[in-house]
């Protein structure tokens, strides 16, 4: 299997160690320094690692980045203050989203050497160099905890099965910490895999978190003590991840310890949420990406819109800048000036009509593009997009190629040449 650059992303299927091995083995071997990203289109999921001379620096994205920092810091670093609150609100100040190279090479300009940018990709591994640095953990407590994290990842990537694979080279990275060799990591990996398939549970994900459907029937069928102990674990708030951390135990344990009673439907496994961070807006940019880039824009109440777009444009070499509440939009949009925007018509806080007229009467975007995306095709709505200034009119369920054909007409000649 070669390596190839965008946009000459190649589909991986049944991504195994094998696989793996090759792809990093191939990687190292042209000494690449830049980003690997990983897309699965399937389950909208993108993973992220920062390589140097082919080896990982680190790895991030997934489903829960911040719920996997924060399990990692209580096993790993327990004597480091995990709580988001108190560490998000004492160490992160105002940032440059858009800075890619930054986030894993020290900022000369910076007097602040304490200071780290919880918005900019691989922000966590600059943290572990700063608490290094002023010798709060241990450069082994670290590498351990990066460790844990590539395994983690390699595992979820793993069990999606089918992958994008997308390289990006970036010279100006440079380690602040060793890199981490996937020589042990990926043969680990597959062992956990084997085990997971082997147990008959290959379509659940430990991501998952277990709920109580039926306390009833859980309370007649185990102990009193069984209950009390595992009631408030059990609240669909906390993934078997999260229980295994908690319980000291492997995830795997968990799933089958808890798989009579999912088998039997007096327990569930239900989606969860990654935590939210005070302080951090509903933006995300692509990490790897040249400033010159044109930037796009999606205001959407929907994640799972703006995640759908993300996957489009990213594969097609955009930056991209999602925001989920309209309140925030002209604020968000104000301070990252986009070259295009789309915009739902239909938003429960504020609908696209009101939020173009206001963006119109903004002198930063009386020309930007508005690109509206609806699910109607009411004439009469094509007709007040119109009146309120927008550029173009969109199906939500457009294809790709129709979406990217429409946003090169109306990006400016000067910035889609960039």
Known sequence: ??????????????FTSSKQIKL?????QAGLTGYLTFI???????????LYQGQVLYATGGKHPLRRWQRNLTFFLPEVDFDLSSMYQNMYQKVDHLSTSSSLTENNNNNNNNT????????EYKLLHTWVENKKITSEQAQNLIYATVAEILFDITQGMEVICQVEVDDSLSPLLDAISLASVIPETQKQWQEWQDAMIADRSPNLAPVILQPNQLKQRTTSEFYQDWHDLLNGEQTLRDIAVAKKIPPLEVIQFLLPYIQSGIIGLVEVADLSPPNVTDNYLIPGKNRQQPLIACIDDSRAITSMMEQILAIAGYR???INNPLEAISRLTEYQPDLILLDLYMPQMDGYELCTQLRQNPNFAETPIIFLTSSENVIDRIKSKMVGSSCFLQKTVDADKLLHTIAQHLPSEVSEA
């Open 116 to 123: 780290v940018e919880i918005n900019q990709p691989f922000w």
């Open 320 to 322: 991209f800048l999602a």
């Open 1 to 14: 299997m070669s390596v190839t650059n965008a946009p000459d992303n190649p589909v991986i299927k049944e």
């Open 24 to 28: 990093f083995q191939s990687l190292l």
């Open 40 to 50: 699965n289109p399937l389950q909208q999921t993108q993973w992220y690692f920062a």
